[in-house]
Nanobody, 128 residues
Framework: QVRLVESGGDLVQPGGSLRLSCAAP????????IGWFRQAPGKEREGVSC??????????NYADTVKGRFTITKDIAKSTVYLQMNGLKPEDTGVYYC???????????????????WGQGTQVTVST
């Protein structure tokens, strides 16, 4: 049973930073692609970033809206993926979800229904 636990969401001022964590206890992340998605009120879920499996060369991709501000990393030993978010903007507000899928390639398409395993989400609010 794959269980994902996100944490790190908070209220932050514009320009601030947050680091989100996605823990997957006991999961060999080497074989999995991990994606971060977000959903703002009244909007569809959108892909933010992903990191591929070792077979995918641990490839990373980012949505155009977050390139240069967000960084995704994978800690195999801790079975945890992080999303470092800098230069936060009000439009980054939303519930952030991590998702896991074995052997999936990390592309820039962020197709959410390619992922079978999802966390419960963590709220990020960027506001004065």
């Amino acid at each position: 049973q794959v269980r994902l636990v996100e944490s790190g969401g908070d209220l932050v001022q514009p320009g601030g930073s947050l680091r989100l964590s996605c823990a997957a206890p006991g999961v060999p992340l080497d074989n999995y692609a991990i994606g971060w998605f977000r959903q703002a009120p009244g909007k569809e879920r959108e892909g933010v970033s992903c990191v591929g499996s070792r077979g995918d060369g641990i490839n990373t991709n980012y949505a155009d809206t977050v390139k240069g501000r967000f960084t995704i990393t994978k800690d195999i030993a801790k079975s945890t993926v992080y999303l470092q978010m800098n230069g936060l903007k009000p439009e980054d507000t939303g519930v952030y979800y991590c998702a896991l899928q074995i052997y999936l390639k990390c592309t820039g398409k962020f197709v959410y229904n390619e992922y079978d395993h999802w966390g419960q989400g963590t709220q990020v609010t960027v506001s004065t």
